[in-house]
């Protein structure tokens, strides 16, 4: 996914059952927070790994670190564990949707492959144009027009 991450964010948000006023910042958070790993990527690793190589990217990682982090909230802050929950599913939705194209190490740490639903094939002169020219960009702009519709209509499905 190259664009539609942060409207993923949203669209959970404003599909969970309950209106808990952290419930849109934790969703909008956690649904671009493995992204910023191109920061990384980007200005010291010169792109020489793959951005979902690192360990933001890591599903095994983030289960850790929800199975620590959610009983704590439950028994010391119940207040913020709706928010937590949505953190950690929009995160999880991240991944889920950079599965579909992108390759994710949903095996890790015990295989260092890639899982990918779809290979998009390097057929343009960009990378970023033969994404942009795949049939998985309709998905994407299906989850930016669910978003426009739920915030346009201020109502969920």
Not at 81 to 107: Q, R, Y
Request: hydrophobic letters at 60%.
């Amino acid at each position: 996914m190259l664009t539609a991450h942060l409207p993923s964010g949203y669209v959970l948000a404003r599909l969970a059952p309950e209106g808990h006023r952290f419930l849109m910042p934790a969703a909008l958070l956690g649904a671009v927070l493995p992204d910023f790993d191109m920061l990384w990527f980007h200005f010291i690793d010169d792109g020489s790994i793959h951005h979902h190589r690192y360990w933001v990217h890591v599903p095994a990682f983030w289960a850790a670190v929800a199975a620590l982090t959610l009983p704590v909230l439950a028994f010391l802050a119940r207040a913020l564990l709706a928010p937590a929950l949505m953190f950690f599913a929009a995160l999880f939705l991240h991944m889920v949707l950079d599965t579909i194209g992108g390759g994710i190490l949903w095996a890790a740490p015990f295989d260092s492959g890639l899982y990918t639903l779809v290979e998009v094939p390097a057929a343009q002169a960009h990378w970023v144009l033969s994404f942009l020219l795949h049939w998985t960009f309709l998905l994407e702009l299906g989850v930016w027009a669910l978003a426009l519709y739920l915030w346009r209509t201020g109502r969920c499905i």
